[in-house]
């Protein structure tokens, strides 16, 4: 009979993908002629075997739990009766058996479909259909793990370095607003490491043009269509202009539909049914006049002297998506501000954020009710109040979406 040699030491160079050899352990066999007998003595100097394999001519035909032979065996007369009979008599005649070369991941599948008894039983290893050894259950489950962890942290720090590259592709546009706006700030955070919100900040001679805009989705699907939309965003500067708002919307959604079969609205097997909600504005220096295109977003205006907060909602069609018309054309709304008005855009993460004790959205009347309340604040004050009362409300519930928001003083 042969003895048991031990567990093989793990010698997986590094390039290659674990195997199911990789968890073969050398363990005692018996033949499908010797008796229960000798399987009780082998039972017995191995008390570490969970199961032993049944080997004929080098073939593996079976597997004989440690547990249900004991059970067995331990019954009145078994043993006068079965001792000495041979051993497929308590032998599971169809265990999984699987080549030393199948990969872990078809080895966990193939393991789950094959049911309890593969995970608590083990399975057979066979190199070339040649008997070789046994897996184990839980040895088997411990790699998986592993994989699971390497393959997760792997994939965080491509996220990781995917934050470091959106937050660079926004960095000019902050310095931007720095360098141009002095009482100016705004808020960017990503629900996730990378998000789906962006903004966009041009500075011209006579004005300067700003963009707050929410991207489908959050996360890396988010982040993708950041780079879309702002890349798409950025030629139509080049080619129309910062000065004409509604024009760039509608630039935009051109070139969204078309790089995602988007195709009038209409098409029946569309690339994706994604885009853009988005606040466009140009501000004119010498004017004052805020020139204003909103797609699904609204501005919060406070004049100086006025007791209330002005609403300039934008239109009702978000930029891209499947139901938006390839040539609908936004509109620019015009307001003339005064020397010390305050305006404010928000993307919905800040408005649909869920909480309070009735866990009901934040809503527009508390930002309203927010601005009123610290009108005189410098923007960075006022947003850091904002971002506050933001936190307070949503206590120990989930944080929904993305979170940008922008805040300037004429």
């Given at each position: 009979?042969?003895?048991?040699?031990?567990?093989?030491?793990?010698?997986?160079?590094?390039?290659?993908?674990?195997?199911?050899?990789?968890?073969?352990?050398?363990?005692?066999?018996?033949?499908?002629?010797?008796?229960?007998?000798?399987?009780?003595?082998?039972?017995?100097?191995?008390?570490?075997?969970?199961?032993?394999?049944?080997?004929?001519?080098?073939?593996?035909?079976?597997?004989?739990?440690?547990?249900?032979?004991l059970s067995q065996m331990s019954k009145?007369?078994?043993?006068?009766?079965?001792?000495?009979?041979?051993?497929?008599?308590?032998?599971?005649?169809?265990?999984?058996?699987?080549?030393?070369?199948?990969?872990?991941?078809?080895?966990?599948?193939?393991?789950?479909?094959?049911?309890?008894?593969?995970?608590?039983?083990?399975?057979?290893?066979?190199?070339?259909?040649?008997?070789?050894?046994?897996?184990?259950?839980?040895?088997?489950?411990?790699?998986?793990?592993?994989?699971?962890?390497?393959?997760?942290?792997?994939?965080?720090?491509?996220?990781?370095?995917?934050?470091?590259?959106?937050?660079?592709?926004?960095?000019?546009?902050?310095?931007?607003?720095?360098?141009?706006?002095?009482?100016?700030?705004?808020?960017?955070?990503?629900?996730?490491?990378?998000?789906?919100?962006?903004?966009?900040?041009?500075?011209?001679?006579?004005?300067?043009?700003?963009?707050?805009?929410?991207?489908?989705?959050?996360?890396?699907?988010?982040?993708?269509?950041?780079?879309?939309?702002?890349?798409?965003?950025?030629?139509?500067?080049?080619?129309?202009?910062?000065?004409?708002?509604?024009?760039?919307?509608?630039?935009?959604?051109?070139?969204?539909?078309?790089?995602?079969?988007?195709?009038?609205?209409?098409?029946?097997?569309?690339?994706?049914?994604?885009?853009?909600?988005?606040?466009?504005?140009?501000?004119?220096?010498?004017?004052?006049?805020?020139?204003?295109?909103?797609?699904?977003?609204?501005?919060?205006?406070?004049?100086?002297?006025?007791?209330?907060?002005?609403?300039?909602?934008?239109?009702?069609?978000?930029?891209?998506?499947?139901?938006?018309?390839?040539?609908?054309?936004?509109?620019?709304?015009?307001?003339?501000?005064?020397?010390?008005?305050?305006?404010?855009?928000?993307?919905?993460?800040?408005?649909?954020?869920?909480?309070?004790?009735?866990?009901?959205?934040?809503?527009?009347?508390?930002?309203?009710?927010?601005?009123?309340?610290?009108?005189?604040?410098?923007?960075?004050?006022?947003?850091?109040v904002m971002q506050r009362e933001l936190?307070?409300?949503?206590?120990?519930?989930?944080?929904?979406?993305?979170?940008?928001?922008?805040?300037?003083?004429?």
């Open positions: 009979m042969p003895e048991a040699t031990g567990y093989l030491h793990d010698c997986r160079p590094r390039f290659r993908q674990p195997s199911a050899g990789d968890l073969c352990v050398a363990v005692p066999s018996v033949t499908m002629e010797q008796t229960n007998e000798e399987v009780m003595a082998v039972f017995a100097t191995h008390r570490e075997l969970a199961s032993l394999p049944v080997v004929d001519s080098g073939q593996a035909v079976g597997l004989i739990n440690r547990s249900h032979f009145p007369f078994h043993r006068e009766l079965y001792n000495r009979k041979t051993c497929i008599a308590f032998m599971d005649k169809e265990p999984l058996v699987v080549e030393a070369a199948m990969g872990i991941e078809e080895l966990s599948f193939k393991t789950v479909e094959f049911g309890e008894k593969a995970l608590s039983d083990g399975f057979i290893i066979t190199r070339s259909g040649v008997f070789a050894g046994v897996g184990h259950g839980l040895q088997l489950m411990r790699v998986v793990a592993d994989m699971q962890a390497a393959r997760n942290l792997q994939v965080m720090h491509s996220i990781e370095y995917a934050s470091v590259i959106q937050r660079s592709m926004l960095r000019t546009s902050r310095e931007a607003l720095a360098q141009t706006r002095q009482d100016a700030d705004l808020v960017w955070e990503p629900r996730d490491v990378v998000g789906g919100d962006f903004y966009q900040f041009n500075s011209m001679a006579d004005g300067w043009f700003a963009t707050v805009a929410d991207c489908t989705g959050h996360g890396v699907p988010g982040a993708f269509m950041t780079l879309i939309a702002s890349i798409t965003l950025s030629k139509a500067i080049e080619q129309h202009g910062p000065r004409d708002p509604a024009l760039l919307l509608s630039s935009v959604n051109r070139s969204i539909k078309q790089m995602l079969g988007q195709m009038d609205g209409g098409d029946e097997t569309p690339g994706s049914d994604d885009g853009m909600d988005a606040a466009c504005f140009w501000f004119d220096s010498a004017s004052r006049e805020l020139r204003f295109a909103g797609a699904k977003t609204a501005l919060f205006v406070l004049h100086p002297g006025e007791a209330g907060v002005e609403m300039v909602d934008g239109d009702r069609k978000g930029v891209g998506y499947v139901d938006s018309d390839i040539d609908f054309a936004w509109q620019n709304r015009s307001v003339q501000l005064q020397p010390g008005s305050l305006v404010f855009v928000s993307t919905d993460g800040l408005i649909d954020q869920i909480g309070g004790p009735k866990a009901i959205a934040f809503g527009k009347r508390r930002v309203r009710d927010t601005l009123l309340a610290h009108r005189e604040l410098p923007a960075a004050a006022l947003n850091g936190q307070a409300w949503q206590g120990s519930h989930h944080r929904r979406d993305d979170l940008t928001f922008f805040c300037f003083r004429a």
